[in-house]
């Protein structure tokens, strides 16, 4: 799994909303791969801000540095772009932690899944919750 960050720069300033948008790249053998933004909502048992609102396989996405690079990855994200959402409430480093919660949230549902600690989810969310520290 990777995670990273996109800044809102798609709407003009008199739009109320924050720094960016958060997203977690998923691999194949992740349990969510492939399934659409609100089917995860159901199964996560953390609610990111607003929801999950984007899923699309890294293969579609042309346009993103971030994903450059990537293939046979599901990228989901979520967006502080909602009603009421400011930069001050939702700076770059608010946008990051949740997102780093996401994270963890995602790779405990891998571990669950394949019923194992397996040392690459292990270290994904040692590492992801030392950062949270």
Known sequence: MKTFLRENTWASS??????G???VALPRRHPYFGLGYDEINEK?????HGGLTFSKSSDDIQDWEQVAGMSDMWIIGWDTAHWGDTIEEWSRERVLK?????SVYLA???????KIQSNEVELFINELQNNLK
Not at 14 to 19: F, K, M, Q, Y
Not at 44 to 48: G, I, K, R
């Open 44 to 48: 996560l048992e953390h609610y990111v």
């Open 21 to 23: 948008n958060g997203y």
């Open 14 to 19: 008199a739009v109320s909303r924050g720094w």
């Open 108 to 114: 405990k549902a891998w571990s669950d899944d394949i």
């Open 98 to 102: 949740e997102n780093q919660i996401l």
